[in-house]
C-alpha cells in the first residue's frame, strides 16, 4: 500500500469523528441545559448552521489539494458533502416536526410566502441530487462528464445555503457574510486556476498549432 493510501486510511475514522462531532456537542449542550430560552430555534439554526459548514468544507478539498499537492483531500469531497446533507436532513425534520408540527398547510404557506424558506429548499433539493448521485454505480451510470457537470450545482447549492443564511436574519449581519465571503474566495480561487489552467493549455498547444 503506497503512503498516500495509508496516510487516507489512518485519516478517514479521524474526519468521521469530525463530521459526527457537532452531534456530541449538541447532545453535550442539551444535557447541560445550554439550548438557550429557546430551544427548539436553537437546535434548528444549530444544524442548519453545520450543514453550510459541512458543505463549504466538502467545497474547500479541490483547493486545499491543488494548494498543497496532496490528492488525499479530494477522497473526503464526498464523505464531507454527505454529512452537508445530513445535517440538512435533520436541520429540515427540526423545523417540520419541531417547529412546525407536522403542519403541512402551514409550511406550504412557509414555502410560498417567506422567500428564505424557498431558497432553503431549493438548497436542498440540490444536495438531495446530488448525495443521490454521489455512488460509483451512478458515476458509471451518468458517465464522467455528465457527472461532474451535475456536481458543479454543488455551488449553486452552497449560493442558495448562504443566501437562506442571509435572508433569515432580518437586517445585514456578519455571520452570514463570513460564510458567503468564504464561498466566493473559493469560487474566485476555482476561476482563477481554471484560467491558469486554460492559458497552460493553450501556450502547449499553440507552437504546434503555428
Ligand atoms: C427545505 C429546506 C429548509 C428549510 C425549511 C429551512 C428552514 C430554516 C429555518 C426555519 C431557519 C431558522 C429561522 C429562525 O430561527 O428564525 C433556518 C435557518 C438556517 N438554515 Fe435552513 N432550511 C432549509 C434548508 C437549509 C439548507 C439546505 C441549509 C444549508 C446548506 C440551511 C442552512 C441554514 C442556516 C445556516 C440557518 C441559520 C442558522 C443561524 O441563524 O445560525 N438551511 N432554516
Avoid at 473526503?76 to 398547510?105: C, E, I, P, T
Wanted: charged share 15%; glycine share 8%.
Amino acid at each position: 500500500m503506497t503512503q498516500d493510501k495509508l496516510i487516507q486510511r489512518a485519516l478517514k475514522p479521524l474526519v468521521w469523528v469530525l463530521c459526527l462531532a457537532p452531534l456530541l456537542g449538541l447532545t453535550g449542550l442539551a444535557y447541560m441545559g445550554e439550548m438557550t430560552a429557546n430551544p427548539i430555534e436553537f437546535l434548528n439554526r444549530y444544524l442548519g448552521e453545520w450543514a453550510l459548514k459541512f458543505l463549504l468544507s466538502a467545497l474547500m478539498m479541490t483547493p486545499l489539494k491543488i494548494v498543497t499537492g496532496w490528492a488525499g483531500f479530494t477522497r473526503f469531497r464526498r464523505l464531507l458533502g454527505l454529512f452537508s446533507f445530513f445535517y440538512a436532513v435533520l436541520h429540515l425534520s427540526s423545523y417540520v416536526g419541531l417547529d412546525q408540527f407536522f403542519n403541512w398547510k402551514d409550511i406550504w404557506t412557509d414555502l410560498i410566502k417567506r422567500t428564505y424558506i424557498t431558497v432553503g429548499l431549493g438548497a436542498f433539493i440540490i444536495l438531495a441530487v446530488l448525495a443521490a448521485t454521489s455512488t460509483k454505480n451512478m458515476i458509471k451510470k451518468l458517465g464522467g462528464k455528465n457527472w461532474n457537470r451535475l456536481h458543479k450545482w454543488v455551488y449553486v447549492a452552497g449560493f442558495g445555503g448562504c443566501l437562506h443564511f442571509f435572508m433569515m436574519r432580518k437586517g445585514v449581519q456578519a455571520e452570514p457574510l463570513y460564510y458567503a465571503g468564504f464561498l466566493v474566495l473559493l469560487l474566485i480561487y476555482r476561476w482563477v486556476y481554471y484560467l491558469k489552467k486554460q492559458r497552460q493549455r493553450t501556450g502547449k498547444t499553440a507552437p504546434a498549432a503555428l
